[in-house]
């Protein structure tokens, strides 16, 4: 497996702000925003996404689909194996957010579990299984508020957030999923 790169300098940082506040950005999008070429955007881009240091994937909606249930993560683990634990918590398609907590001993994680079948098998069977996992503590999110996905870690400026937020959303229609909706998501989380 290879390795992920840790190591962001100040332009990679902000090129992932961009990404991460607007992630249908494209490269000239991004480029516009932060004021440097395309090139540099792709150029600076194209090794965290083939080293998978960033991943592109999609998210539903627990606003818009209600079998979701979101849920927060604390996991103790041993510190030699945290890493490992981390990485592969990274990889469900359910997962929103992953984290190793200062201590080196802890994950927080995020994840919008697919139903109480789905919750069960990770809290009552997955986790017991893993040796390396000590202890954990589930919370379920009552409200999800969307404007956490905006945050840019102070890394934009408020003229750069601007260009990519111009104005708040109206009300969203009234949404139903189709089953060939959820089959078409179900591709777009694989890749």
Same mark, same amino acid.
């Given at each position: 497996?290879?390795?992920v790169?840790?190591? #962001?300098?100040?332009?990679?940082?902000?090129?992932?702000?961009?990404?991460?506040?607007?992630?249908?950005?494209?490269?000239?999008?991004?480029a516009?925003?932060?004021?440097?070429?395309? +090139?540099?955007?792709? +150029?600076?881009?194209?090794?965290?996404?083939?080293?998978?240091?960033?991943?592109?994937?999609?998210?539903?909606?627990?606003?818009?689909?209600?079998?979701l /249930?979101?849920?927060? #993560?604390? /996991?103790?683990?041993?510190?030699?194996? /945290?890493?490992?634990?981390?990485?592969?918590?990274?990889?469900?398609?359910?997962?929103?957010?992953?984290?190793?907590?200062?201590?080196?001993?802890?994950?927080? /994680?995020?994840?919008?579990?697919?139903? +109480?079948?789905?919750?069960?098998?990770?809290?009552?069977?997955? #986790?017991?299984?893993?040796?390396?996992?000590?202890?954990?503590?589930?919370?379920?999110?009552?409200?999800?508020?969307?404007?956490?996905?905006?945050?840019?870690?102070?890394?934009?400026?408020?003229?750069?957030?601007?260009?990519?937020?111009?104005?708040?959303?109206?009300?969203?229609?009234?949404?139903?999923?189709?089953?060939?909706?959820e089959?078409?998501i179900?591709?777009?989380?694989?890749?």
């Amino acid at each position: 497996m290879q390795k992920v790169r840790h190591d #962001l300098d100040a332009t990679d940082r902000r090129i992932t702000a961009v990404l991460l506040a607007s992630p249908r950005a494209s490269w000239r999008s991004v480029a516009e925003v932060l004021g440097v070429s395309e +090139r540099t955007v792709v +150029r600076r881009a194209a090794p965290l996404f083939h080293d998978r240091t960033l991943r592109a994937t999609a998210v539903r909606n627990p606003a818009r689909f209600p079998y979701l /249930i979101p849920t927060v #993560l604390r /996991i103790r683990c041993r510190p030699n194996r /945290i890493a490992t634990i981390a990485a592969g918590l990274a990889r469900r398609p359910d997962t929103v957010w992953v984290d190793i907590l200062g201590g080196g001993d802890e994950i927080c /994680i995020v994840l919008f579990l697919n139903g +109480r079948d789905a919750r069960d098998k990770l809290l009552l069977r997955d #986790l017991p299984a893993t040796a390396a996992v000590r202890s954990w503590t589930s919370y379920d999110l009552l409200k999800v508020f969307p404007g956490g996905f905006a945050w840019s870690a102070g890394l934009l400026t408020g003229e750069e957030s601007g260009q990519l937020w111009p104005s708040a959303d109206p009300a969203p229609e009234p949404f139903s999923p189709l089953p060939e909706d959820e089959a078409l998501i179900d591709a777009l989380v694989e890749d």
